[in-house]
T-cell receptor, first 112, second 114 residues
Framework: EAQVTQNPRYLITVTGKKLTVTCSQN?????MSWYRQDPGLGLRQIYY???????DKGDVPEGYKVSRKEKRNFPLILESPSPNQTSLYFC???????????FGDGTRLSIL | EDQVTQSPEALRLQEGESSSLNCSYT??????LFWYRQDPGKGPEFLFT???AGEEKEKERLKATLTKKESFLHITAPKPEDSATYLC???????????????FGQGTILTVHP
């Protein structure tokens, strides 16, 4: 079964404590990306990757890091989280640019 | 800068009352325009991809159309189970500095009353 798996699904943490949200896919997709979703602002792309070792900034990359060392994984790293990064985060994958994205179930982050 | 604006922000319909959602966009070389449906607490679910002006796609009660500046999602005789947030997104094509970047609109919240 095609899957995009995010972990954790929920996390409450404190300002400044480094955290990583993992994203893994089993579809051998080239393209992976991260979004945050906030009320009234819709989905905003944070980073995307079109292949291993290739990453590009989306609309809201500040405060986030990503890496793509292998095709199936695309972790999102918050080095020093702040309360304005409290949000619902989605990972998505697709076979290629121009193809529809498959979304994970989301990770709800609360940073106090 | 790529931009997507969806209207209306919210739409309430009676069951059977047809209507349309609008997605206006600007993008540096359109690679694709996507429509998604999102239910509360879940990830977006893919509905349609449109690639060029004049293209139309249909699925059950939904029909998506595309012009050079906007896309419409037409809902014919909606049912309560069509209630959801509908999202539009554009993906930039080759030739610009943002090839592959996806930009979403803020969504239209559709509520269909029985």
């Amino acid at each position: 079964e095609a899957q995009v798996t995010q972990n954790p699904r929920y996390l409450i943490t404190v300002t400044g404590k480094k955290l990583t949200v993992t994203c893994s896919q089993n579809m051998n997709h080239e393209y992976m990306s991260w979004y945050r979703q906030d009320p009234g602002l819709g989905l905003r792309q944070i980073y995307y990757s079109m292949n291993v070792e290739v990453t590009d900034k989306g609309d809201v990359p500040e405060g986030y890091k990503v890496s793509r060392k292998e095709k199936r994984n695309f972790p999102l790293i918050l080095e020093s989280p702040s309360p304005n990064q409290t949000s619902l985060y989605f990972c998505a994958t697709t076979a290629a640019v121009g193809q529809p994205q498959h979304f994970g179930d989301g990770t709800r982050l609360s940073i106090l | 800068e790529d931009q997507v604006t969806q209207s209306p922000e919210a739409l309430r319909l009676q069951e059977g009352e047809s209507s349309s959602l609008n997605c206006s966009y600007t993008v540096s070389g359109l690679r694709g325009l996507f429509w998604y449906r999102q239910d509360p607490g879940k990830g977006p679910e893919f509905l349609f991809t449109l690639y060029s002006a004049g293209e139309e796609k249909e699925k059950e009660r939904l029909k998506a159309t595309l012009t050079k500046k906007e896309s419409f999602l037409h809902i014919t005789a909606p049912k309560p189970e069509d209630s959801a947030t509908y999202l539009c997104a554009v993906q930039a094509g080759a030739g610009g500095t943002s090839y592959g970047k996806l930009t979403f609109g803020q969504g239209t919240i559709l509520t269909v009353h029985p």
